[in-house]
């Protein structure tokens, strides 16, 4: 069972979107910038470190980011059986499966930030992160101090980040450390993010989202509030709203996903941040990153050949989706091997034909339902070649 994981806030660096500008789903920025009236391009190509990660900059570069990836992922025919967010990323996860579209998502994150960012200013706040300690026992330290402070994120076992008042964060990390704590780890943030401090923020969401038209989803989207599968576009309204005040409840949705039979986490967008946290909480779990359009053919071969590439999948292990897709290895001119044709069963290793001097071999079995590209057509790197069902 593939999850596809999509990043939040902090993943994103300067000049992200440069591997992406030739790619076929780079054309998602276009529409991006025509529905924002803003360059979205400059956002991803040139924009410096101390701009972009500004909070409204910093969660519409790393949405947009994160389905650019997922465009080029799903055209190679590699589909979830379910998703989950971390924070902003919730955002993406259900554009993803269908509950919101492009368009409205755009929308609400842009709104998201731009609330966020607001409240910042109304109440300085910041965050850090509580390693080598259970979370009942950060809890606990949070809860030995008078002032204002509280969990913000579950991360993984060992891995909570606290947030609330400087003050209030600078003697819960000393409590902690006094509980055991391996470690308190500041972090450059200027708002308490997921706690109360977000209060005027979640105000101007709550209309944000209002507007917005959810949808069933397609699959499940596990949800920060309470860990737990929703489909149903009834129940988005509420839990975005309390999303912002509420704490992330990363660790206990990656031990949902893995009893519920996740095997494969995939992430996509920028940053290996939650491939690192569903390793460390998901026993024998497969974890992969999707950030570049390279990570593309390293996630085909290490989905299409798992006893060789992958440890923690099996032989035999079904990990596509019934239909596939082979795509190019370079950019070039595409000519077809004699004999491929629709129909064709293929094995692992055949080839289909050449894109100039590199040879495009399909990484998997399947019978040919068509070819996409024909002789004389030039061709860009993951662009799809041919279309396969499972034999």
Known sequence: MIVFTFPGQGSQKPG??????????WELVDEASAVLGRDLGQLLLHTEA???????????????????V????????????????????????????GAMSFE????????????????TTERVGTMAAVLGLDDDDVEIACSRV???????????????????????VAECSD??????????????????????????????????????DFREADLPVYANVDARPHTSASEWV????????????????????????????????????????????VTGATTLSVSTPNDLDKLITALATP?????????????????????????GVFTPAAGIEAGSTLAPGTVLGAVGDVDVRSPFDGIVVGMLAVEGERVTTSQPIAWLRTA
């Open 238 to 281: 509420g839990l975005l709203s309390s999303q912002l005040c509420s704490p992330v409840r990363w660790r206990q949705t990656l031990h949902n996903l893995g009893d519920a039979g996740g095997t494969v986490f995939v992430e996509l967008g920028p940053g290996s941040v939650l491939t690192g946290m569903a390793k460390r909480t």
């Open 307 to 331: 006893s060789a590439s992958v440890s923690g999948v099996h032989e035999g292990e079904h990990l596509f989706a019934t239909e596939r897709m082979v795509v190019s290895p370079a950019a």
């Open 16 to 25: 992200m979107g440069e591997q992406w500008r030739d790619h076929p789903s």
């Open 104 to 119: 409205d998502g755009l929308r609400l994150v842009a709104e998201r930030g731009s609330a966020m960012l607001a409240a």
């Open 146 to 168: 008078s002032s204002d402070v509280w969990v913000a994120n579950y991360n993984a076992p060992g891995q909570v980040v606290i947030a609330g008042s400087p003050e209030a």
């Open 70 to 97: 997922l465009d080029a992922v799903e055209r190679l025919g590699v589909e979830p059986a379910a998703a989950a967010g971390h924070s902003l990323g919730e955002y993406t996860a259900l554009v993803s499966m």
């Open 50 to 68: 101390d701009e972009l990660t500004r909070t409204d900059n910093a969660q519409l570069s790393t949405f947009l980011t994160s389905l650019i």
């Open 175 to 212: 409590v902690a450390k006094e509980l055991g704590a391996k470690k308190v780890m500041p972090m450059a943030v200027s708002g308490a993010f997921h706690t109360p401090f977000m209060a005027p923020a979640r105000e101007r969401l709550r209309a944000a989202i209002a507007t917005a």
